[in-house]
């Protein structure tokens, strides 16, 4: 029988936090050089926002799978997940979520008291998103809103306030996410719409569905370049941008209504390469000048 721990990193997918944990850091690392010229975040505030990273997306993972538990065991894609497969019990999911996001408020309280004020919105959203996809096709964007909380919430956290740099690099993330959650969601369109679910795909199809995720993924990166510009970036931050831009465009050569065998490398190898050029690209470029 397998060990508790892989059980649980299997469950909460703890691979996939590369796809957001860069984008976190990035909005924190833009955050500290808003505060003065050549400014970095201190060893202790990555620290915080990596475990204010881990205690949301923990509870978001787990949240998603208690509340679509009896949805997953009808699904033969889903039904061996930790929950159906009884690896797992619900009482030992919800201590997870409980305790998880109890880290999330003590990171946030650690970073300051604005992000600990703001830690309702983001616990709103994170339970909101599993039941999104009950009564709308737009459960892609709740979702994306969900992650774009990442790099919001470190800005916040290094700051104390808001600023358009923060808003318009969340845009960017939830346009790219509900991107590549169309995606993911093809593999399950027969499915969702045997079960009166609701996706994009699942409403309008799977072609018109890898249309509306490429547009996304047209609009994601013009968000990215409106960031670069109003923090003066420099020429590495907007390379970086650029094989972003190719390797979206790679995501959606790989995958068609014909061919959806691929799906598993479009949504994590790709997306996560992509998160951490972004950010490696830009940390070079703030190092740099």
Known sequence: MKNKLVI??????????????????????????????????????????TLAMFGARTAAMSLNRLIDRQIDARNLRTADRALPAGQLKVFEVCVLIICSFLLLGYAAYQLNFLALKLMPVAIIVLVLYPYTKRFTWACHFVLGIALSLAPMGAWIGITGHW??????????????????????????????????????????????????????????????????????????????????????????????????????????????????????????????Y
């Open 163 to 288: 600023a358009i740099t923060t808003v318009l690099l969340g845009f960017g993330v939830m346009i790219w996410t509900a991107g590549f959650d169309i995606i993911y969601a093809c593999q399950d369109m027969e499915f969702d719409q045997g079960e009166g679910l609701h996706s994009i795909p699942a409403r309008f199809g799977l072609t018109t569905g890898l249309r509306i995720s490429a547009f996304l993924h047209i609009l994601a990166p013009l968000f990215l370049l409106a960031v670069g510009f109003l923090q003066n970036l420099f020429w590495f931050y907007y390379l970086g941008v650029a094989v972003a831009v190719v390797l979206l465009y790679y995501q959606h050569r790989i995958v068609s209504d014909r061919d959806l065998s691929r799906v598993g490398t479009a949504f994590f190898n790709l997306n996560g390469y992509l998160s951490v050029i972004i950010f490696v690209f830009a940390l070079i470029d703030l190092l740099m």
């Open 8 to 49: 649980v990193l299997e469950m909460i997918k703890f691979e996939h936090t590369i796809l957001v944990l860069p984008f976190a850091y990035l909005g924190g690392f833009l955050a500290a050089r808003s505060l003065y010229p050549g400014g970095f975040p201190t060893l202790t505030q990555l620290l915080w926002i």
